[in-house]
């Protein structure tokens, strides 16, 4: 448990999304400091409030990387050689493979807050940037119980929905999920505005189809070569087989396939339709109480169980150290999703008792 007395903070680089951290935990009582390469925008934040000082105290309880991929592991590797081995450390990176392998320490938890904004820099920041979104963690099996569950505790705080994830999977997913949508996103704005430097009126024809599908491809271009180029197979893989998808959409067209044309549009329809909602918050919760050994791997494989079949742990505490003896995770998830959770926990050797408070 974090109490008041030890909520400090430091975040490595200032921008949209370290801003953003910074302001969120600011605003649930935290003590901030912070570092950027650009000493204007340390002097800004500093001005603005949003840190209250620039070094990095010895017994700072979270450190959050926040800088492009490309520099994740030599910022992390910095400040895990400075700090005490209480201290959490994770980063915001959109890649998590490259990142996870090349640091190897059980205080480092890599990180992605799947949210953004078209504003950039620290004046987009927003306390509130977090709310309701996927803030995925990438435990290994050498990740603490301990370390896990107080940052998942702190990111819940934010009213994230905390979801974990294997690096390889993270990899995988987001890239069809985040990083394919951001380049076509680019590609069809590239090619409307081209199209628009011979028929001017193009653009004014622009409703709000066109507006939705290039909308992310106003966010702050920077950070996304170090993330495309470091999920580099998983990004080409998820392009070939959209580009796949559209030479068989050329082809129904061409053809004049209507009854195709209907069903993959009807598909999509009801897929879109489906997607998840972004509220996290849960009138009736079911509270699980699973015993577990002390061996490698137990937390990353509970967490990661919840995330495969899309069900999300809204608060995760231990009960007991599970250093040397068996100890019990306590989980609350919501009441409906409760069964199939207890199913995979007990397909997997786990022992599942559960209770529902009103």
């Known amino acids: 448990m974090i109490s008041p007395s030890n909520r400090r903070a430091h975040v490595v680089g200032l921008g949209l999304i370290g801003g953003s951290v ?13 570092t950027d390469v650009d000493e204007s925008v340390v002097d800004k934040a500093l001005s603005m409030g949003i840190i209250e000082f620039t070094v990095c105290p010895n017994d700072v309880t979270l450190v959050v990387v926040a800088v492009p991929a490309g520099h994740v592991v030599e ?15 994770t980063d915001v990176a959109g890649v998590k493979g490259s990142i996870v392998d090349a640091i190897g320490d059980v205080r480092f938890v890599g990180g992605h807050p799947m949210a953004g904004s078209e504003q950039r820099g620290l004046d987009g920041s927003r306390a509130d940037l ?15 119980p301990e370390i896990y569950s107080r940052l998942h505790g702190i990111l819940r705080d934010l009213d994230a929905n905390v979801v974990a994830l294997d690096h390889a999977t993270h990899d995988r997913l987001v890239a069809m999920a985040s990083h394919v949508p951001h380049l076509v996103a680019g590609a069809l704005m590239n090619e409307a505005s081209a199209v628009a430097e011979s028929d001017g009126a193009l653009l004014q024809l622009a409703a709000g189809g066109f507006r939705d599908m290039t909308r992310v491809s106003a966010g702050d271009p920077s950070i996304w070569p170090d993330v495309l180029i470091e999920n580099a197979e998983a990004v080409t893989a998820g392009l070939a087989d959209l580009r796949g998808r559209l030479q068989r959409l050329e082809e129904l067209i061409r053809s004049q396939n209507r009854a195709e044309l209907m069903s993959d549009l009807r598909t999509a329809s009801s897929a879109r339709r489906e997607l998840p909602g972004r509220s996290v918050a ?9 015993p577990v050994l002390d061996r490698p791997g137990v937390l990353a494989e509970v967490t990661t169980t919840a995330s495969d079949i899309n069900v999300n742990i809204f608060d995760l505490e231990i009960a007991h150290s599970v250093e040397g003896q068996p100890g019990v995770l306590l989980m609350a998830v919501e009441h409906d999703h409760v069964d199939r959770f207890v199913v995979a926990l007990e397909s997997r050797g786990y022992r599942v008792t559960t209770e529902v408070r009103s």
């Open 130 to 144: 977090f709310r309701g979104c996927t803030w995925v963690l990438t435990p290994t099996p050498s990740t603490p």
């Open 282 to 290: 849960s009138a009736h919760l079911a509270y699980l109480r699973v």
């Open 22 to 34: 910074a302001l969120a935990l600011r605003d649930h009582g935290w003590s901030l400091s912070g």
């Open 75 to 89: 910022a992390v590797r910095s400040v895990l050689a400075q700090s005490s081995a209480e201290t959490i450390v």
